[in-house]
């Protein structure tokens, strides 16, 4: 159990950074209040008023929403000899603690878990004649 939500905190913190490295534009395209496309990959599809507008021309309706994000360029990285002495023995205790005190007991030995009752030779009742009346 320990060890797969050790697995599971790693595998979650992993994807964390590959994501925040991450940069993604979204693109809406609304034709008057209604969203009609959304695209986090190309460009978002037009509903075709586009082209009524140059033949027309009247008022657009539609409108293009982009929305840019950005994820770091950099991430920082530091050294254990950059902490100052409380950080250092935060993490020692940390470390002591981790190894130490959540030890798990691995012993599979049930000792008592579905023995026989007692095998008895000799009928001790018959053979000292005291029976409970």
């Known amino acids: 159990m320990k060890q797969r939500f050790s697995n599971i905190a790693s595998f979650s913190l ?3 950074v590959l994501f925040s490295t991450f940069s993604f534009k ?6 008057g209040d209604f969203l009609i496309d959304v695209s986090f ?3 978002a599809d037009d509903c075709g008023m586009h082209a009524e507008k140059a033949s027309n021309k009247k008022k657009n309706c539609c409108k293009d929403e982009v929305h840019y994000i950005e994820g770091q360029d950099e991430l920082q990285q530091t050294s254990v000899d950059e902490f100052d002495f409380f950080q250092q023995q935060f993490l020692v205790s940390l470390f002591i603690f981790k190894n130490d005190l959540l030890l798990e007991n691995n012993s599979n030995k049930i000792y008592f878990k579905d023995s026989p009752p007692p095998d008895i030779p000799i009928d001790y009742q018959v053979l000292y004649q005291s029976f409970l009346i």
């Open 14 to 16: 992993a994807l964390l």
């Open 41 to 43: 990959v190309g460009d």
């Open 26 to 31: 979204v693109e809406k395209h609304f034709c």
